[in-house]
């Protein structure tokens, strides 16, 4: 009689090792591809084919700075890289190939760091920016010509499901250092988040208009990449948007006078910079991930008139969003800008994102906490 019970325990352990083991193709691999796979506990297989290479090394962002891993290559070329358990979220990653930075030939690429790299995503068991089965809206391509940068900006606008039936507001949403356009799009699935907060009722209907971090004419494109060029950069682009952009918009869109803006990193200091130029001009102003450039200990807002907040009779909503892991120079920037609106008593919001670093789920989440609360 204890026989069948002995088996049936045997088979129950066997299933949950086999369960916790096994591997799942990742959502970013290309369409036919095995790998990369993850696990139920986040350990990771890449296999790529080098016959040729000596060596093989895994290599990323944020996420993937703590993460262990081996590496084997069998007779016939391919190398096999095993991972400790990963952090949740999106993470850009390449393969040093013999010291060369070289994509994972099995993944979709994103462009990240200034170029075309490979990314996963690591399930974080979220699914508000996962498709669901609700009305869809669209992303579509625009560009206008500048005089201030002497040339054609391209960018992306999201409509909403039901665009056209009324005039609505607007957000102005910027990415980071190394990315392009394409990544509130591609990395952010901002069509999904939204998406599912108009169905759901969570948030006001609003276009948003995606425009291109970099605003230079080309003979400022000459000068060298450091931190005065990108405050020279977010300047221009704050003439850009208040008067190139946004007389655009609302010629060729159906608008409402309501406008916020945020951005990601780089791009929270050009959302930060344009609304506190034009605090009467936009309603909300959304930071995730703080930066701010160009301050010193005796004025840590010489470049950024953050001043301005104080000064206007409209006082923008303010929201700040942060990972929890992100690094500590990130924090003393959200250390910097809270002390400065609790010490002059200005109202804002901040959000913290769990156990999450400077990549895209932080991102993600902060989008989905910031459109839930502005223009209503």
Do not use: C
């Not at 996420?63 to 990963?86: A, C, E, H, R, Y």
């Amino acid at each position: 009689m204890q026989y069948p019970q002995k088996i049936s325990l045997i088979f129950v352990l066997f299933s949950s090792i086999v369960f916790s083991q096994a591997y799942t193709t990742s959502s970013t691999a290309l369409s036919g591809k095995e790998f990369p796979k993850i696990n139920s506990e986040r350990k990771t297989e890449f296999h790529v084919y080098f016959p040729d290479a000596k060596s093989v090394t895994l290599d990323g962002g944020d996420g993937l700075k703590n993460i262990q891993s081996s590496v084997s290559k069998d007779k016939n070329g391919f190398w096999s890289i095993s991972t400790s358990p990963m952090e949740i979220g999106f993470h850009y990653y390449w393969l040093n190939v013999d010291g060369k930075r070289t994509n994972d030939p099995n993944t979709q690429l994103y462009f990240g760091y200034g170029q075309p790299t490979s990314g996963i995503e690591v399930p974080s068991g979220e699914d508000f920016f996962l498709k669901k089965n609700v009305k869809h809206g669209k992303i579509v391509n625009d560009s206008l010509n500048s005089k201030i940068t002497e040339g054609k900006r391209n960018f992306k606008v999201y409509l909403p499901p039901n665009y056209g039936s009324k005039k609505l507001p607007v957000l102005y949403l910027y990415h980071g250092t190394g990315e392009d356009v394409t990544g509130w799009e591609k990395q952010g699935y901002i069509l999904n988040i939204l998406d599912h907060l108009f169905a759901e009722k969570k948030a006001q209907e609003m276009i948003v208009v995606m425009d291109y971090g970099v605003a230079l004419n080309p003979e400022q494109e000459k000068m060298p990449d450091n931190y005065p060029r990108t405050v020279l950069s977010s300047k221009n682009l704050d003439n850009i948007v208040t008067q190139e952009l946004i007389p655009y918009i609302e010629k060729k869109y159906k608008t409402s006078d309501k406008k916020a803006i945020a951005g990601l990193s780089r791009g929270s200091y050009q959302a930060m910079l344009i609304g506190v130029n034009h605090p009467e001009l936009f309603s909300a102003i959304g930071v995730f991930s703080p930066v701010i450039y160009e301050g010193t200990k005796a004025d840590p807002f010489k470049e950024l008139p953050i001043g301005n907040l104080l000064k206007s009779k409209k006082k923008p909503y303010f929201f700040i969003g942060i990972g929890e892991k992100e690094s500590t120079m990130f924090h003393e920037f959200n250390d910097v800008l809270t002390s400065f609106l609790n010490q002059n008593k200005y109202p804002y919001f901040l959000y913290k994102s769990p156990d999450t670093y400077h990549e895209w789920l932080t991102w993600r989440r902060s989008l989905y906490q910031f459109t839930q609360q502005i223009f209503k």
